[in-house]
């Protein structure tokens, strides 16, 4: 519960009507105590925090000036949503957010009216809210359509997908450009240069309307004054894009001057047709450490707020650690091998790379479907590209993926991250589905490492093929394994007899691999680590049939059409009756929680595997079967 003392403003606000009672005067005080708030919250409990204090004052004057929720108030990624969550509802469930059964770390529709539009991934703002504005414009309703897109968010083809058509069919609607140069790395692309080149404009557009009130509003030397303007424009600022676009643009303004801010946003609020208003703030805003460390800042666990966020000691190497070494050790051996981003240098390990290699290092910005078809053209051409992606991100490309990939069989590697399952972040940034959609491929090679030496040569092996292939790694570290420094490549579709049992045969791929053995032990099971999802090591398989009664497949990826299921199919085409269980991910989206608690919520922890097999095979474990019977 808040501090009605600390927080004595902030305390009496429970939704934004409360907020529009104020006045004008009030709301720095309110942005103050909410800035503060924020600290406090996230400091206690962990989350996104630089980018909510770079949108205070943004986040008051939007729902101080508009009807939020009959308004409508689309955020894009929701890295920054925070202080909106705050002011609508949720004040006192802040320090819950990503934790199981708490809030969302971003908008979400059955969270709250207010969020009026889901998210997770970036550059859909202007899109969802030139829908919406579409929509309530056909049925006449008058509601106002804002939609709040980061400068990085904003590099993404979407939003300039979004920004065409919107300009053509010409809704009354608002975009809110929050140009901060950040998105979790530093900015990158001529679009960032282009909003640089605009903040050094500022001077002239002040004087520019400081010419402008001077003149009478009509008079002769006011219309010659707007036509030389206009001409102007083009030569001086490059605010001419969006107006091409069909956007009326405004800016920029400082956003953290919330006079300013009220007396933009009241202006544009009344004009007809889309409008564009480019607002300047800083990520980080108000909290010295947050302002100098942005990258660091932009996500944290709990700190200390008066000491800022503690050195981590050294731990065990995570795998996207493994992939960074193993990219600057191939990049040692080959001149070929590029590395490609989509805006994450740092969460896919390529901060190393960047800078021990930077003629062969591109991050191309928030732009997935680009990076993908980047490195089939330099494929093309000899190169033997990288792809550094997160699970969730590579669905964005997925087109690229077969269509200027795959079907070509060119010789791109995707170094996948964050699959399976995930934790805090949701269901919007899960890997869930990877082993599916990738497994379905022609020409693809597809695998996934039980440890981290099996990851390193698993990327070697990747390179070294001639042809597209995958290697999909989770968040986090592994079982602990000394990482063998060799670049050393393994058999193509051959897996590893990790014991030999009796009566039930556990194939497991990736990381649920060591559950797996635990509970092979205990059961006398055979345990194979599968490792390649495709080809499969199917003249394993088909010695295993000779000997076993039944199999158990295990996954962190969704059941339908995973690897699993490949292990079924291949079955059937054999001929082949024997029972299979199927372990994996549910078919529902999974909330946010912390990753041990998603595995043991869908069974593919150690104690759900031995409950799944006890339950399916309780006759071929005649040892189990009283303790099963007694429980039920």
């Given at each position: 519960?808040?501090?009605?003392?600390?927080?004595?403003?902030?305390?009496?606000?429970?939704?934004?009507?409360?907020?529009?009672?104020?006045?004008?005067?009030?709301?720095?005080?309110?942005?103050?105590?909410?800035?503060?708030?924020?600290?406090?919250?996230?400091?206690?409990?962990?989350?996104?925090?630089?980018?909510?204090?770079?949108?205070?004052?943004?986040?008051?004057?939007?729902?101080?000036?508009?009807?939020?929720?009959?308004?409508?108030?689309?955020?894009?990624?929701?890295?920054?949503?925070?202080?909106?969550?705050?002011?609508?509802?949720?004040?006192?469930?802040?320090?819950?957010?990503?934790?199981?059964?708490?809030?969302?770390?971003?908008?979400?529709?059955?969270?709250?009216?207010?969020?009026?539009?889901?998210?997770?991934?970036?550059?859909?703002?202007?899109?969802?809210?030139?829908?919406?504005?579409?929509?309530?414009?056909?049925?006449?309703?008058?509601?106002?359509?804002?939609?709040?897109?980061?400068?990085?968010?904003?590099?993404?083809?979407?939003?300039?997908?979004?920004?065409?058509?919107?300009?053509?069919?010409?809704?009354?609607?608002?975009?809110?450009?929050?140009?901060?140069?950040?998105?979790?790395?530093?900015?990158?692309?001529?679009?960032s240069k282009m909003l640089a080149r605009l903040?050094?404009?500022?001077?002239?557009?002040?004087?520019?309307?400081?010419?402008?009130?001077?003149?009478?509003?009509?008079?002769?030397?006011?219309?010659?004054?707007?036509?030389?303007?206009?001409?102007?424009?083009?030569?001086?600022?490059?605010?001419?894009?969006?107006?091409?676009?069909?956007?009326?643009?405004?800016?920029?303004?400082?956003?953290?001057?919330?006079?300013?801010?009220?007396?933009?946003?009241?202006?544009?609020?009344?004009?007809?047709?889309?409008?564009?208003?480019?607002?300047?703030?800083?990520?980080?805003?108000?909290?010295a450490p947050a302002e100098s460390e942005q990258?660091?800042?932009?996500?944290?666990?709990?700190?200390?707020?008066?000491?800022?966020?503690?050195?981590?000691?050294?731990?065990?190497?995570?795998?996207?650690?493994?992939?960074?070494?193993?990219?600057?050790?191939?990049?040692?051996?080959?001149?070929?091998?590029?590395?490609?981003?989509?805006?994450?240098?740092?969460?896919?390990?390529?901060?190393?790379?960047?800078?021990?290699?930077?003629?062969?290092?591109?991050?191309?910005?928030?732009?997935?479907?680009?990076?993908?078809?980047?490195?089939?053209?330099?494929?093309?051409?000899?190169?033997?590209?990288?792809?550094?992606?997160?699970?969730?991100?590579?669905?964005?490309?997925?087109?690229?993926?077969?269509?200027?990939?795959?079907?070509?069989?060119?010789?791109?590697?995707?170094?996948?991250?964050?699959?399976?399952?995930?934790?805090?972040?949701?269901?919007?940034?899960?890997?869930?589905?990877?082993?599916?959609?990738?497994?379905?491929?022609?020409?693809?090679?597809v695998m996934a490492p039980s440890d981290e030496?099996?990851?390193?040569?698993?990327?070697?092996?990747?390179?070294?093929?001639?042809?597209?292939?995958?290697?999909?790694?989770?968040?986090?570290?592994?079982?602990?394994?000394?990482?063998?420094?060799?670049?050393?490549?393994?058999?193509?579709?051959?897996?590893?007899?990790?014991?030999?049992?009796?009566?039930?045969?556990?194939?497991?791929?990736?990381?649920?691999?060591?559950?797996?053995?635990?509970?092979?032990?205990?059961?006398?099971?055979?345990?194979?680590?599968?490792?390649?999802?495709?080809?499969?090591?199917?003249?394993?398989?088909?010695?295993?049939?000779?000997?076993?009664?039944?199999?158990?497949?295990?996954?962190?990826?969704?059941?339908?059409?995973?690897?699993?299921?490949?292990?079924?199919?291949?079955?059937?085409?054999?001929?082949?009756?024997?029972?299979?269980?199927?372990?994996?991910?549910?078919?529902?989206?999974?909330?946010?929680?912390?990753?041990?608690?998603?595995?043991?919520?869908?069974?593919?922890?150690?104690?759900?595997?031995?409950?799944?097999?006890?339950?399916?095979?309780?006759?071929?474990?005649?040892?189990?079967?009283?303790?099963?019977?007694?429980?039920?």
């Amino acid at each position: 519960m808040i501090d009605s003392e600390r927080y004595p403003r902030l305390s009496q606000l429970e939704s934004p009507a409360d907020l529009r009672r104020l006045g004008d005067a009030d709301l720095p005080t309110v942005a103050q105590e909410l800035r503060d708030y924020l600290v406090e919250s996230v400091a206690s409990s962990g989350g996104h925090f630089g980018a909510g204090l770079g949108v205070i004052e943004l986040t008051v004057a939007l729902h101080y000036l508009f009807d939020t929720p009959r308004d409508r108030l689309v955020w894009d990624v929701g890295h920054q949503c925070y202080p909106h969550k705050i002011l609508t509802g949720r004040r006192d469930r802040i320090t819950t957010v990503k934790k199981k059964d708490g809030l969302a770390p971003f908008p979400r529709r059955e969270e709250s009216e207010y969020d009026t539009f889901g998210v997770g991934h970036s550059s859909t703002s202007i899109s969802a809210a030139l829908g919406m504005a579409i929509a309530a414009q056909r049925k006449g309703d008058g509601r106002k359509v804002v939609a709040v897109i980061g400068d990085g968010a904003a590099t993404a083809g979407m939003a300039f997908e979004a920004l065409n058509h919107g300009g053509d069919v010409e809704p009354d609607m608002l975009v809110v450009l929050n140009d901060n140069g950040m998105s979790i790395s530093e900015n990158v692309g001529a679009m960032s240069k282009m909003l640089a080149r605009l903040l050094s404009s500022r001077r002239l557009n002040q004087l520019r309307d400081r010419a402008k009130r001077a003149m009478p509003r009509g008079s002769f030397v006011w219309r010659f004054f707007r036509r030389w303007e206009e001409h102007a424009k083009g030569m001086f600022v490059p605010s001419t894009l969006f107006e091409e676009l069909g956007f009326h643009y405004t800016g920029p303004i400082d956003g953290h001057d919330l006079p300013a801010l009220l007396h933009a946003l009241r202006t544009v609020k009344e004009l007809k047709g889309p409008q564009l208003l480019h607002v300047v703030t800083t990520k980080g805003k108000g909290y010295a450490p947050a302002e100098s460390e942005q990258i660091e800042y932009h996500a944290v666990g709990p700190f200390d707020p008066v000491k800022g966020l503690a050195k981590k000691a050294p731990g065990k190497p995570t795998y996207t650690d493994i992939f960074s070494d193993w990219l600057c050790d191939m990049a040692a051996t080959d001149a070929r091998l590029y590395g490609i981003t989509p805006a994450m240098r740092e969460g896919s390990g390529l901060v190393r790379f960047s800078q021990e290699y930077p003629q062969r290092y591109f991050d191309v910005a928030i732009a997935e479907q680009h990076a993908v078809t980047l490195a089939a053209g330099m494929a093309c051409e000899g190169a033997k590209p990288v792809v550094a992606i997160y699970s969730t991100f590579l669905q964005r490309a997925y087109d690229q993926l077969i269509h200027d990939v795959a079907i070509q069989n060119l010789d791109v590697t995707f170094a996948i991250d964050r699959a399976g399952v995930v934790g805090p972040d949701g269901a919007t940034h899960a890997g869930s589905f990877d082993l599916s959609y990738l497994r379905c491929i022609p020409n693809m090679l597809v695998m996934a490492p039980s440890d981290e030496t099996e990851c390193r040569q698993m990327l070697t092996t990747g390179f070294r093929h001639a042809g597209p292939a995958a290697v999909r790694y989770p968040r986090g570290s592994g079982p602990g394994h000394a990482v063998d420094k060799e670049l050393t490549e393994l058999p193509i579709g051959k897996a590893e007899l990790r014991r030999e049992g009796r009566g039930i045969a556990i194939l497991a791929f990736g990381s649920p691999v060591a559950a797996a053995e635990a509970v092979a032990r205990e059961l006398d099971a055979t345990l194979v680590n599968m490792r390649f999802v495709k080809p499969l090591d199917e003249e394993l398989l088909r010695q295993l049939v000779r000997t076993h009664e039944a199999f158990v497949t295990v996954e962190d990826n969704a059941v339908m059409g995973g690897a699993g299921s490949a292990v079924a199919e291949f079955f059937a085409a054999e001929g082949v009756s024997k029972p299979v269980l199927l372990l994996g991910l549910p078919d529902l989206f999974l909330d946010h929680a912390s990753r041990e608690d998603l595995l043991a919520q869908s069974g593919i922890d150690a104690d759900g595997i031995r409950r799944g097999i006890r339950q399916r095979f309780a006759a071929l474990l005649p040892a189990m079967a009283a303790p099963l019977r007694s429980a039920g």
